[in-house]
């Protein structure tokens, strides 16, 4: 087993399947989509470097491997399509650096940003040209918010969240009403250790390793914070 399908099994195993019933989110069940290993780029930061410049624009890019309900129709398995990802347009805030000694943490945040998710008939795709993870069919397109990615130096299980809502794509009725977007949150696994981006990967310039997961938000009454605050909240 490679280290990166032990990346990916211990992603599933903390992944929580919720069935929503009642009210506009009847039928939803998360997560609507589950994420392969996907793989980023940004700049030219390399692997092992948990760092990132302001100003420095995110890219990931990968393969859908599981859909749910209100998508349960849709196999990403078929042999005529593919369904790809892409997180893009995160512009860097800088990395906050704490902790000292072999304990070190690094949240980076970034704002804007956008998750776009494809069908292809073309089966094109290939991550020397990440372009061809975003052409076919745009089915569904959200917005992004409060991005962030956390890592460590003393291990390489860090995390990626941000709040979305979606805004658009062929199967956006699926997840609006009157034409507004659902709302949800993307999260996963990250991590920059060469040990989980391929070499072949390195070679093609991306610098970590990406696995994660779309749930639609239960609306409850909360203070709405971003996924730093929450970081260093749980840090005090």
Known sequence: MTKANHFRIFVVTCLLTVVVAGGAFA??????????????????????NHVSVAGDTLMIVGHVVAFNQPFDDLNPNDPAKEYTYVYKG????????????????????????????????????????????MDGDLILAASLSGFVISTKSFNCSGTQNSFMTFTGGSLF???????????????????????????????EGYFGL????????????????TWGEIKRDSRK
């Open 27 to 48: 039928g939803v069940v998360n997560p609507v989509v589950d994420f392969g290993s996907g793989f980023a780029l940004e700049n030219g930061r390399t692997v092992d």
């Open 90 to 133: 995160l512009v860097s805030l800088g990395t906050a650096v704490s902790g000292s000694g072999s304990f070190v943490f690094y949240d980076t945040e970034y704002s804007g940003g956008t998750l776009e998710i494809y069908c292809d008939t073309a089966m094109n795709s290939d991550f020397a040209v990440p372009a061809t993870f």
């Open 173 to 203: 009725n699926r997840v609006s009403a009157g034409g507004t977007g659902f709302s949800g949150i993307t999260t996963g696994l990250f991590s920059v250790c060469a040990s989980f981006v391929d070499v072949p990967r390195q070679a």
């Open 210 to 225: 990406s696995d994660s997961k779309v749930d639609v938000d239960i609306s409850v009454p909360a203070e709405r914070k």
